[in-house]
T-cell receptor, first 113, second 115 residues
Framework: NAGVTQTPKFQVLKTGQSMTLQCAQD?????MSWYRQDPGMGLRLIHY???????DQGEVPNGYNVSRSTTEDFPLRLLSAAPSQTSVYFC????????????FGQGTRLTVV | GDSVTQMEGPVTLSEEAFLTINCTYT??????LFWYVQYPGEGLQLLLKATKADDKGSNKGFEATYRKETTSFHLEKGSVQVSDSAVYFCALTLTSQGGSEKLVFGKGTKLTVNP
């Protein structure tokens, strides 16, 4: 049982480069989301999706794009990387509903130089 | 807006000590409350949850009670082990104005337990 799979685990980018962080889940969850984790800031929501074809912005969406063409996949795109985007990124998925457990991937550590 | 405030870390304890990590929340509705734990190098995983006032969540010797009157959800464990060393996040879920749920996290508290 794979759960939530994120790739890559580590990435170094140069300022201005673009890349896509991949996230896939095999639990048929409707809800998927992306967070960034920075020291002293906890987890901050970047974008989320409540189903295929539906996405919305979270707390810190600037500089990131998402799409949800299938239930399973929710990629996060950095259009033009900046040093301020150096962070650890987590993808999460869950069933809809306030009481449900969120399942997290193992994270992608991104450094922008 | 809706938010979670938890005690600043880091917290360092000796094995078998009592643990309390304070968590309070601000919410316009009636949230569900969670504690997630992050072990070194891993993603977050659910530790326990409570969905209504006076509910007590418990798991692996950890407990937390949903206190509506004090808007709190403090995490406790009577006797910590070295293996409990991790970062602990208090969180809540609410239904947003658009109708979808959002999971809001506190900043996390790093716990180190020494043998």
């Amino acid at each position: 049982n794979a759960g939530v799979t994120q790739t890559p685990k580590f990435q170094v980018l140069k300022t201005g480069q673009s890349m896509t962080l991949q996230c896939a889940q095999d639990m048929n969850h409707e809800y998927m989301s992306w967070y960034r984790q920075d020291p002293g800031m906890g987890l901050r929501l970047i974008h989320y999706s409540v189903g295929a074809g539906i996405t919305d912005q979270g707390e810190v969406p600037n500089g990131y794009n998402v799409s949800r063409s299938t239930t399973e996949d929710f990629p996060l795109r950095l259009l033009s990387a900046a040093p301020s985007q150096t962070s650890v990124y987590f993808c999460a998925s869950s069933y809809m509903g306030m009481n449900t457990e969120a399942f997290f991937g193992q994270g992608t550590r991104l450094t922008v130089v | 807006g809706d938010s979670v405030t938890q005690m600043e870390g880091p917290v360092t304890l000796s094995e078998e000590a009592f643990l309390t990590i304070n968590c309070t929340y601000t919410a316009t509705g009636y949230p569900s409350l969670f504690w997630y734990v992050q072990y070194p190098g891993e993603g977050l995983q659910l530790l326990l949850k409570a969905t209504k006032a006076d509910d007590k969540g418990s798991n692996k010797g950890f407990e937390a009670t949903y206190r509506k009157e004090t808007t709190s959800f403090h995490l406790e464990k009577g006797s910590v082990q070295v293996s409990d060393s991790a970062v602990y996040f208090c969180a809540l879920t609410l239904t947003s104005q658009g109708g979808s749920e959002k999971l809001v996290f506190g900043k996390g508290t790093k716990l180190t337990v020494n043998p």
